[in-house]
């Protein structure tokens, strides 16, 4: 029976999102370091995403690579949620899009606990989706899990660095030790319940304040709270100058992105592969926080954002 509602939500999410409808991408992208020899030249593929900026950025990535390579390309970038944009690489509707291994591990093919290493993480969602007609390329080191953060004044006061030392500190210096998070954070057993539980941290409910997203990195970076919860990749972390936290005991799940694209296309336009896996190699959480800063801190176009990165890499040619 919950298949079944599953099955009609993404139905709908599908008529609804926009994936009958698209526009093509007209970047005047020449081949830099892929795309050499134009392996894709009359290929037609369309790529999607998700609705927020990391997404938005990575779903333009993929479809100037492409351009650059030769193919044509149609951009259905921006599917809310989750699930239509997956649909689509699923079904065909969509050739590709860059997901996260965390998301696919649990929502998508419905297991409860994480892979602590991110490698064998990948492998498990690459070979469990092969019967879904979708194939995983290689992984990126961007990660965007969850972290604690604190800014540069409580680092230097408190001398926290990884989790472990958040949990010495509230238990030597209990008032020392407040959190912002989000309600949410506050009640998953992947978020504070289980953290607090794998590192030991005794924080008092009292010293728990929930709030939005959005206000926990300004509460954090003005010292309101001594900790904030945030998603490692988020741009504001960078604007903000705040310290993530390392996750010394690897508790949160890994969300490392990847492309999952959809299996028929890549044996039909198998240059896919040599195409995606070098940009994929470079990204890690400290271009995608640039990258995020430069949408949501300075409000530039996520397409030219994507766009100017891969220029300035040498990636594509304009």
């Known amino acids: 029976m919950r298949g079944a509602v599953v099955a009609l939500a993404g139905g709908a999410l599908l008529a609804g999102c926009g994936l009958t409808s698209g526009s093509p991408m007209v970047d005047d992208v020449h081949p830099g370091s892929i795309g050499q020899g134009l392996p894709l030249k009359g290929a037609q593929l369309t ?32 599917i809310q949620g989750s699930i239509g944009a997956r649909e689509a690489v699923k079904s065909g ?14 929502t998508y093919q419905g297991n409860s606990a994480p892979i ?16 879904n007609g979708i194939t995983w390329l290689a992984p990126a080191r961007l990660n965007n899990t969850y972290a604690l953060a604190t800014n540069r004044a409580n680092e230097a006061k408190y001398r926290a660095r990884t989790l472990s ?13 407040s ?14 319940v289980g953290m607090e539980k794998a590192y030991g941290m005794d924080v008092p409910p009292s010293q728990v304040i929930r ?23 988020d741009g504001r972390i960078k604007a903000m100058d705040l310290v993530v936290m390392t996750d010394d005991k690897h508790f949160f799940p890994n969300y490392n992105v990847a492309p999952e694209i959809n299996t028929k296309a890549l044996e039909k336009h198998p240059a896919i592969r040599d195409v995606l896996d070098p940009i994929t190699a470079r990204l890690d959480n400290t271009v995608a926080r640039e990258l995020n800063a430069k949408v949501d801190v300075d409000g530039d176009d996520p397409h030219e954002v994507a766009l100017d990165w891969l220029v300035a890499e040498g990636f594509v040619k304009e």
Do not use: H, N
Not at 50 to 71: D, P, V
């Open 47 to 78: 790529v999607t995403s998700k609705e927020f900026t990391e997404q938005l950025i990575l779903g333009a990535m993929m479809g100037i690579a492409f351009e650059a390579a030769g193919a044509e390309v149609l951009d259905r970038t921006g």
């Open 165 to 177: 030392d958040v949990a010495a500190l509230s238990k030597s210096d209990p008032k020392a030790v």
């Open 93 to 106: 509707d969509a050739d590709g899009m860059y997901e996260y291994t965390g998301t696919a591990w649990i």
């Open 116 to 131: 602590p290493d991110p490698d064998a993480q990948w492998r498990a969602v690459r070979d469990a989706d092969l019967d």
């Open 179 to 192: 959190l912002c998070v989000e309600s949410e954070f506050a009640s998953r057993d992947d978020g504070l």
């Open 211 to 233: 709030m939005d997203t959005g206000i926990i990195y300004t509460q954090t970076a003005k010292g309101a709270c001594t900790f904030g919860e945030v998603f490692t990749t």
